[in-house]
T-cell receptor
Framework: GNSVTQMEGPVTLSEEAFLTINCTYT??????LFWYVQYPGEGLQLLLK?????DKGSNKGFEATYRKETTSFHLEKGSVQVSDSAVYFC????????????FGAGTRLTVKP | IAGITQAPTSQILAAGRRMTLRCTQD?????MYWYRQDLGLGLRLIHY???????GKGEVPDGYSVSRANTDDFPLTLASAVPSQTSVYFC?????????????FGPGTRLTVL
């Protein structure tokens, strides 16, 4: 079945550091890939997405490229801010799995001033 | 625009009691979802609805039921709560239930079953 594996957290960085959160997936079909972010006390909200191979999703300085050859969708940001502290979820959705969204376990990021 | 509202915000419930979690959206989205969020497991789909009048089972449907009488409301019912249903529950919606559709989430309901 479809699944998503994220790097385990928590991740703690200093402000302006470079961020990478690894995400790999297993899918029987040709999935769409997403990164959602959950700020403290809130629901999830879409950060970015990519729907086909080699697409790059970007938003708020975050980027992720859909790599079919490595089944990966790693999240990167060049310079993190304290306000980026949150839990980040990688997810996929695939027609072959009834379009059900499958989420990774989440990675908690804390950015210190 | 409120988006998605959920009620209650939190609840402590005795095992064996019946509980309904409420979810309302004002975006006129066709598809709606219920997830539970557990530490280390991410979000898991409980039930979904493609459109008003239809529902379907997700990954972890046992012990839960839903109904979709109209476009806006999608309540989740625990008929007889058990401690393993202690979790944070999120309602979500999307325009359609397709592989590229973005889902919009409510603020969540924290449920504790004792």
């Amino acid at each position: 079945g479809n699944s998503v594996t994220q790097m385990e957290g928590p991740v703690t960085l200093s402000e302006e550091a470079f961020l990478t959160i690894n995400c790999t997936y297993t899918a029987t079909g040709y999935p769409s890939l997403f990164w959602y972010v959950q700020y403290p006390g809130e629901g999830l909200q879409l950060l970015l997405k990519a729907t086909k191979a080699d697409d790059k999703g970007s938003n708020k300085g975050f980027e992720a490229t859909y790599r079919k050859e490595t089944t990966s969708f790693h999240l990167e940001k060049g310079s993190v801010q304290v306000s980026d502290s949150a839990v980040y979820f990688c997810a996929l959705s695939d027609r072959s799995n009834n379009n059900d969204m499958r989420f990774g376990a989440g990675t908690r990021l804390t950015v210190k001033p | 625009i409120a988006g998605i509202t959920q009620a209650p915000t939190s609840q402590i419930l005795a095992a064996g009691r019946r509980m309904t979690l409420r979810c309302t959206q004002d975006m006129r989205h066709n598809a709606m979802y219920w997830y539970r969020q557990d530490l280390g497991l991410g979000l898991r789909l409980i039930h979904y609805s493609n459109t008003a009048g239809t529902t379907g089972k997700g990954e972890v449907p046992d012990g839960y039921s839903v109904s979709r009488a109209n476009t806006d409301d999608f309540p989740l019912t625990l008929a007889s709560a058990v401690p393993s249903q202690t979790s944070v529950y999120f309602c979500a919606s999307s325009e359609e239930r397709g592989p590229t559709d973005t889902q919009y989430f409510g603020p969540g309901t924290r449920l504790t079953v004792l």
